[in-house]
């Protein structure tokens, strides 16, 4: 198939300005790529030209196994800190970057592609990526994005008719997801741990000129730039945490410097609420457990910070110096952020210096009765009109009751009335959530029947988290009890 004319507007600044940063390469060309799922809305945002192209051109574009016109695909090199033990070389073992594109509002952004075969990065891995954790990413991605939560995109699921030998064969697939782009913590940790100082300069230059444009020509910019990177962590990291959201894996290869969520593996959404829970089946420390990702972002930040320190200041105390003091202020900025995030489920639009008690008072207490974080949250949104929904979750009534009149005082303090302050609250606390049995189910239709519907119906309930609907209630459910502990899994 020769080179298809995918309408995209193709650039490529990442590779003009970053030699040394990536390898060119092609994706693998699947036996029988079938395309399961396109997102229409998004080809649509990328200028994709989906209308006038045959669904297997799609097919073969979004799998690897065929090039866009103009386009040069690459595998990026990047190190990173895994469970805290260095790799000073990562980089796409089995993704690719197919192509940057100017989309329709201007905006740059990558189409990468998860699954479509080796690189020289891929050590011992084959390059490969299977159907469920590909359709897992999709869900999660895409519901994060309906949450209002910064991350990357879902845009197609290709299978490729490849049988992928994993504790048992599976079928093949190709994620080809979107990102404002894939410079990490890593990235910069590459340059950084090779002494290229000079290579790391046109790095963060790079950067800012793409995503931080209003700081690229000032004085002290790398310091700025580090500034700006805390901030987006600080706002990402604490709007997960408002809606119960466990990464699983924040290795500095997984923290973007655009603040984008990215790498969806053994990520997944609380029910009950446990701040020590961590999903991933390899994290037996519990290093990424949910109460622990804003220090664990501080972390991920620090070798951040780490890798500016020759371009910050030549004298190393003084850039230490520096540095330290933006790192000293990330844990103030996240709170800031959680504050914000946590008063506007409360329905609190303004701010008293005693709310942080309020709210960490009613998340004791739905750890020691083992409340369903997003149930009680959507609850206590109707509160005032339904007293028995938000009870009802506790053990200890006696004890939310006292809570409660405590939060009914506060409120009287807020000048909105409580329809209004109702509906508010109803439009930060999600009624649905990619429930992990949810998720579970669909994948296991898609892989063990081919069936794609209830993958389909999930999506549609998703992409609208906030309006409750007719006929879905058994999507707002826990888990049933059959269902058990979870655990999910990395590299899959
Ligand atoms: P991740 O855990 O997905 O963030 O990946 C960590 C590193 O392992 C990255 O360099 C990936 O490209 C690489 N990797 C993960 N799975 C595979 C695979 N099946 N084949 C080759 N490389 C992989
Ligand atoms: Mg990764």
Known sequence: MPNIDSGLQIDSSYANALEGMYVSFKGDLAPKPQLVKLNRALADELGLAVDK?????????????????????????????????????????????????????????????????????SRGG?????????????????????????????????????????????????????????????????????????KLTALAEYTLARHFPNIQDTANRYLKLLTQVC?????????WMSVGFVHGVMNTDNITISGETIDYGPCAFLDVFDPSIAFSS?????????????????WGLTRFAETLLPLIDQDETRAVELVTVVLNDFEAAYQRQWLICMRAKLGLQTAQSDDVTLINKLLTLMVEDEVDFTHLFRALSGLLVDNETALNLFKNKAAFQQWQLLWLERLADEPIAIDERSLLMRNVNPMYIPRNHLVEEVISAAEQEGDF????????VLDKPFTKREGLSRFAQAAPESFGDYATFCGT
Do not use: C, W
Request: proline share 5%.
């Open 453 to 460: 519907k209830p993958f389909e119906k999930l999506l549609e």
């Open 231 to 239: 901030e987006r962590q600080a706002f990402l990291v604490a709007k």
């Open 53 to 121: 192209l045959e669904e297997a051109q799609l097919a073969a574009l979004l799998s690897g196994g065929n090039v866009p016109l103009g386009g040069a695909p690459l595998a990026q090199a990047y190190a990173g800190h895994q469970f805290g033990g260095f790799s000073p070389q990562l980089g796409d073992g089995r993704a690719l970057l197919l192509a940057e594109v100017i989309d329709k509002k201007s905006a740059r952004r990558d189409i990468h592609l998860k699954g479509s075969g080796r690189t020289i990065f």
């Open 282 to 298: 390899i994290d037996t420390q519990r290093r990424y457990a949910y109460a622990k990702q804003p220090s664990m972002a501080l």
């Open 126 to 198: 084959d390059g490969k990526a299977v159907l469920g954790p590909v359709l897992r990413e999709y869900l999660l991605a895409e519901a994060m994005h309906s949450l209002g939560v910064p991350t990357t995109r879902a845009l197609a699921v290709v299978s490729t008719g490849e049988t992928i030998m994993r504790t048992q064969p599976l079928p093949g697939a190709v994620l080809a997801r979107v990102a404002k782009s894939h410079i990490r913590v890593g990235s910069f940790q590459f340059l950084a741990a090779r002494g290229n100082t000079k």
